[in-house]
């Protein structure tokens, strides 16, 4: 039988591995949705850096949770989590990935911010076709 601290750990396990996508496709659909209301009525762009903010903190507490995990599940069974020879377990693997999305998807969502930041991409977004 699982213990609280076991259940509280997969969850956060779950948080961490979803978390970096889902709140990026969150950053991309809100923020052009900011994009339009800015170009179109004078929207203020701060509630796009606001959110952007919001979601790169997000993000990180994801990827800290990650990195805790995977380090907790270094030191618990083999001296070392990069050893290849071993098969592993669900919850290495899903740690492992963890960090990975974790880290990618904060650079991904920090570059979206700073892009708009310094240049206003409203004019492109709702640039009519030819």
Do not use: C
Not at 64 to 83: D, E, K
Not at 100 to 116: K, N, Q
Request: hydrophobic share 55%; charged share 10%.
């Amino acid at each position: 039988m699982a213990t609280m601290t076991q259940k509280t750990r997969g969850k956060n396990l779950g948080y961490a591995f979803f978390a970096g996508p889902a709140l990026w496709a969150v950053q991309l659909l809100v923020g052009y949705l900011f994009a339009n209301l800015a170009s179109s009525s004078g929207f203020p762009k701060v509630w796009y850096y606001l959110l952007t903010a919001i979601i790169v903190a997000l993000i990180l507490v994801a990827g800290i949770l990650a990195l805790a995990a995977w380090r907790g599940l270094a030191h618990a069974g083999r001296p070392n989590i990069t050893v290849f020879d071993e098969p592993v377990s669900r919850r290495e693997f899903v740690a492992t990935s963890a960090v990975f999305l974790s880290s990618v998807f904060f650079l991904l969502t920090l570059a979206t911010g700073v892009f708009v930041i310094f240049i206003s991409p409203a004019r492109w977004i709702t640039q009519p076709f030819p």
